[in-house]
């Protein structure tokens, strides 16, 4: 696409990327910038002006949303600790609750399993004790009445995947039934039933680790189909994996993209 | 699946898998559930219940061959010191010889590459100097007789990988000939011949490590059918796989699983 | 291939490889050889005879671009520290600049991300400081005269990647445009713009990184051709994926063999 004829100069784009970058990272003298002063200064010119200054300064997510789908992704690629403190700590700091934190980590173990999870719940920890933050911490109570887990997934599956999803299920009955019955169980009866997060930013969050982990392409797929189908919009879906660029690299964005475009075409 | 009708409470599921890792973590109260008290008590109850009670419990596979598989995943995925650290001492706990550890640990570097299995080794170091354990350092003598490191590595692909390893070897002839050398003398003839554990276990090993890195798709397919020449069964990859669920993530295991269709098929 | 007549003895190749790791490691008595002794002998062994005795003695691409190359694969992969803060004090071992060094890590920002990049170079200020070096942190100016961020990246994509390239940004016009902006303005118009690294040798880093990485096919396939089109050759890129074998295992080398096959065919 040409460049827009009004685009901004370095000075606007820097001075927006700053604005944010201080709300976000709480601090006036972002620790990037002074940290890559005498090393790198144009990564830190760049951290300012394209992540912040042009990515996070978009419409179509809020900065709450932006950063679940951010911890969401450096949780699942499990080698970014610092990044991930920093940005747990961002989330707090635009508004995100702990709970609504730790849900977001909880709900990456299953796309990217329970080492991801727990490495990201002890930087929340870590996050929440420097900020002197309590989590609420309302266990789920299991499910309601006669519904028994399989059913509770089934449920979920259902209203976030529809037949996609069944076919999933199906799918493994003969070769692996049990991994068919622990993905309704689990991924959708424990995890997806959490109430911490409303199952519309659950997609969101999925769509953001299954782009940055790269290696899921058929399920991120399915999963953007699932997030049309709770509510989000093909906007919101393309502002994560547009996000994800500067979290999990171009690759990952547009190899999602690709993805993304077949989800659409067949929602 | 439907759910079978005479499934587990989640009581019998939280007690069985108390029981295990108890075993496994040689502690009668389990790390995950004290740390995550207070954060996140939900998450500590899945692990006991679906990773432990659930997936663990399963048989199909020994204490010992699953430890192994999973010291095996974590070492390839390379982001999860405290669970490699926590599962290498559970091999020691499940009857895992220290030998046995470190043979799977280097046997990862085929497949993930040497800093992966140095990085392994190194929390090796750490578990075995906290738990007093001696390795038996019983060093490769290297090829008998007239064998060449090339000849034994031949030997071991064709009793492995049969006709489609050779065809992966023959493949790189046109463009990378010493790349298909290397293959066949460094991975056959040094790791594979290495006596620290037989090849049906080495082959388990591999189908963990390539299911959670999730790129490796075309050896993973390979070597599910090796698995299968070198007297594994398609239960055991199964069971692997499926434990991947717990330790890479369900689209992990789901995409290993569409290789293990085709493997099956053909072999 | 055949093992040739007169492939070298397990002794030529120890001491080929000591020879090389001591000049790298700067220490008479590598630090792997130590630490392995009496936990995984063999494994120090393979990695003196085959790492360094095999790959690194391979003539086709110089130490300083070994280490350039390495050091991107590791800053991509974002969970071997150890080793990154190994290979960027080997890097200055062999006579890479810190300046080159840098850029090399600010490079792979690109294709894996801000957080690889931003740790990537923490770990270069570590060895910098313990190495007592300075950087020349000559900043970008940015564009020349009246050529816009957008133009000089469009210039300096026809020049790498040409059509193909293009066909890239104008499958995203319909879809997300702003990413493809995005792609053309600070991948090609900040980051392959920096001057403190030459084309050739970016598109040698970016072959190595998107190799390690495993979930980046189509652009690696994409840039192996970029490589041919500003003065590499495909001996050069076959050199960097074979060493890829090394630092992220043989099926990250394989599965590139397969892209570049593609790639020279359609060049």
Redesign the interface.
């Known amino acids: 696409?040409?460049?827009d004829a009004t685009?901004p100069s370095?000075q606007d784009r820097y001075a927006r990327g700053l604005e944010i970058l201080r709300a976000v990272g709480g601090r006036h003298d972002p620790a990037?910038v002074e940290?890559?002063a005498?090393?790198?200064?144009?990564?830190a010119?760049?951290?300012v002006e394209?992540?912040y200054g042009?990515?996070y300064a978009?419409p179509g997510l809020t900065w709450r949303e932006r950063q679940l789908v951010t911890v969401a992704a450096?949780t699942a690629?499990?080698?970014?600790a610092?990044?991930l403190h920093f940005h747990i700590r961002g989330a707090l700091e635009v508004g995100a609750t702990p709970r609504e934190i730790?849900e977001t980590?909880?709900h990456v173990?299953?796309?990217?399993?329970?080492?991801?999870?727990?490495?990201g719940?002890?930087a929340?920890?870590t996050v929440?004790s420097e900020a002197g933050t309590e989590?609420d911490?309302a266990?789920?109570p299991?499910p309601a009445g006669d519904e028994?887990?399989?059913?509770r997934g089934l449920r979920l599956l259902s209203e976030i995947d529809g037949d996609a999803g069944h076919r999933?299920?199906e799918s493994?009955?003969d070769?692996?039934?049990?991994?068919?019955?622990?993905?309704v169980?689990?991924?959708f009866g424990?995890?997806y039933a959490?109430d911490g997060l409303d199952l519309r930013t659950r997609e969101l969050v999925t769509v953001a680790a299954?782009t940055?982990?790269?290696?899921?392409a058929?399920?991120l797929r399915l999963h953007i189909g699932g997030c049309l189908s709770v509510g989000g919009t093909r906007e919101e879906v393309?502002e994560v994996?547009?996000q994800?660029?500067?979290?999990?690299?171009?690759?990952?964005?547009?190899?999602a993209?690709a993805e993304?475009?077949e989800a659409?075409a067949s929602h």
């Open positions: 696409m040409d460049e685009s370095s990037v940290s890559l005498d090393l790198a200064p144009d990564v010119r760049y951290t394209f992540a042009d990515v978009r450096l690629l499990g080698n970014a610092a990044q730790t980590i909880a173990s299953v796309y990217a399993g329970f080492p991801a999870a727990l490495n719940l002890s929340a920890r929440f989590v911490v266990a789920d299991g028994s887990r399989y059913e999933v299920v493994l009955r070769v692996a039934p049990d991994l068919g019955r622990y993905l169980e689990f991924a424990d995890i959490g299954c940055a982990l790269g290696t899921a058929p399920q393309l994996i547009t994800m660029a500067v979290y999990a690299g171009f690759p990952a964005a547009l190899n993209l993304a475009r659409f």
